[in-house]
């Protein structure tokens, strides 16, 4: 990738919050970035030491030139149906048609009934896998029983190189011990911001390079950054993929403070009364906030027992989303569901302030 793009592009990924999909930089190409005041983003990197991650080439279709609309022609999975996923597994179909505004509305959780006092959490990570963290979040995970579900970068799995022997290594350890795999594009491309021939290639690549590690084509979707214009939503129906976004996120991705991350985050479950959390594999920063979480959640785990304290049942994603499809939220919009989120927040404190806000596109 030419220098000066590469520049441009990097500086474009750090504002966005995600390095994934891009080169990692050296600790001179950082200082260089600031220095040149391409952003605030990239002025912040030189305060950081460099990854201890070797360079990768960069995508090759993050250089393509733009291109005009297109008609939706044949998919390759139209002419190779044994290659769409099947939704033989145990979860209902949410959101056949791929709706991003239905995606974040069945994210926020079922609607619980008055005198229920248990309420869900599922665990969602992207961007991995890496060989250096990963395997602490599988420890983590492990300890507690807990299946989560993993939304994969397929260009780290790709090669004969060593890291890419390791990642895929990592990526059968994740399979193995049961948690589910999600396609979360082959380069972390953002999808709204990117011509339609390249939607389909990041989508297509990123399942291929999913399914030659773990024999099993990947059934659900997280676009980068939560977005998918209506080309993106299109490709997502016609492969018949589970579009799978999330309800609580704090930027882990781009933050050190792991015991601040870890407070924002409680705070976030407690306002939305559970919900699909969003952290990342790749960080150590990460997996610090995730013990943290997992302990908190363990001393507040719901007790039938106890049936005037509310508490939090970790689940895995089917059971979240069969929750969601037997008492689904009865809100039109976000809007209308965050209007009655706060009022109630309000009659429990009312000397407080909302602690929690909706998640928003841009956080992943």
């Known amino acids: 990738m030419p220098s000066i793009f590469r520049a441009f592009v990097l500086a474009g990924s750090v504002a966005a919050g995600s390095w994934v999909g891009l080169d990692r930089p050296d600790a001179e190409s950082t200082r260089d970035l600031a220095q040149r005041g391409l952003s605030s983003g990239a002025r912040y990197l030189a305060t950081l030491s460099a990854p201890a991650v ?20 044949p998919l390759p999975q139209h002419r190779d149906p044994e290659s769409v996923p099947s939704h033989a597994g145990p979860w209902p179909t949410l959101n056949p048609e791929a709706s991003i505004a239905k995606a974040w509305m069945v994210a926020e959780g079922p609607a619980y009934e008055p005198g229920d006092r248990r309420r869900l959490v599922t665990l969602t990570f992207d961007d991995g896998p890496f060989p250096e963290t990963t395997p602490a979040v599988l420890r983590a995970l492990a300890r507690q029983k807990i299946r989560a579900a993993f939304f994969v970068v397929g260009r780290y799995l790709d090669g004969d190189d060593e890291r890419a022997v390791q990642s895929r290594a990592t990526l059968e350890k994740v399979a193995a011990a049961g948690h589910i795999i999600g396609n979360h594009t082959h380069d972390h491309a953002h999808l709204a911001a990117i011509t339609h021939t390249q939607v389909l290639d990041q989508i297509d690549r990123g399942a291929a390079s999913i399914e030659r590690v773990t024999g099993k084509r990947p059934v659900f979707f997280r676009p980068p950054f939560g977005e998918l214009d209506d080309f993106g939503q299109q490709a997502v129906r ?17 933050r050190e403070d792991s015991k601040e991350v870890f407070r924002e985050l409680v705070a976030q479950i407690e306002y939305k009364e559970g919900g699909i959390v969003l952290l990342h594999d790749i960080r150590w920063t990460s ?7 997992l302990g908190w959640l363990e001393e507040r785990k719901y007790d039938p027992k106890k049936p005037q304290r509310l508490g939090y049942e970790v689940v895995d994603l089917p059971t979240y989303l069969r929750a969601v499809a037997a008492s689904p939220l009865p809100y039109e919009s976000r809007d209308e569901l965050e209007r009655v989120r706060e009022a109630a927040y309000r009659a429990r404190h009312p000397n407080a302030t909302a602690k929690g806000t909706r998640a928003k596109p841009g956080d992943s």
């Open 238 to 254: 016609d492969r018949n993929l589970d579009l799978l976004l999330w309800s609580v996120e704090k930027q882990d991705m781009t």
């Open 54 to 73: 070797p360079e990768t080439p960069a995508p090759a279709t993050s250089a393509l030139p733009p291109e005009g609309p297109i008609e939706f022609g």
């Open 287 to 293: 997996v610090r906030v995730l013990r943290e979480l």
